[in-house]
């Protein structure tokens, strides 16, 4: 594992690649997660193969820092959950503007600062990062999500 953890890691995988049914999902995410020179950036990417546009929520999809405990981070030693301690925006109901657009066909990426949004631990650590994801498929429809969850994605930082 010290290897290929090293002080540059970029480890992620694909979520949501099947349905239920076995039948491919054509839209998926893909979480990975690059921490380096002090900084934990997590490059988050929509990958949008249907034949219609899709809508992801704005939160994740365009905001280059956190306003809430988007992902869910622990310690790979032990499973224990890292506490979000970065700032936090009161949710209002959701509405159209709350979601970008991903046009058929088409990806999306956006990488986040999560360094200073959780309570790394002083010392070099391993932790794992999940992601619960979604779509609509009609903006109107604001409670017709679809799930999205790319496997979970493990990564090393050095915490001051």
Do not use: W
């Amino acid at each position: 594992l010290g290897a290929a953890l090293g002080a540059a890691c970029l480890l992620g995988c694909a979520g949501s690649a099947a349905a239920r049914d076995g039948v491919a999902n054509a839209v998926s995410e893909k979480v990975q997660v690059e921490s380096h020179n002090g900084k934990v950036l997590v490059r988050l990417t929509i990958d949008n193969q249907s034949d219609a546009t899709v809508y992801v929520p704005r939160a994740v999809a365009t905001a280059p820092l956190l306003l809430g405990a988007r992902f869910e981070v622990r310690d790979s030693a032990n499973g224990d959950p890292i506490e979000y301690v970065g700032p936090v925006v009161r949710p209002l109901p959701l509405g159209k503007a709350d979601f970008l657009a991903v046009r058929p066909h088409t990806r999306h990426r956006n990488t986040i600062d999560i360094t200073g949004a959780y309570a790394f631990m002083a010392g070099r650590h391993t932790y794992q990062l999940s992601y619960a994801g979604s779509y609509l498929a009609d903006v109107s429809r604001l409670e017709l999500y679809t799930p999205v969850e790319p496997d979970a994605v493990l990564f090393a930082f050095i915490g001051k």
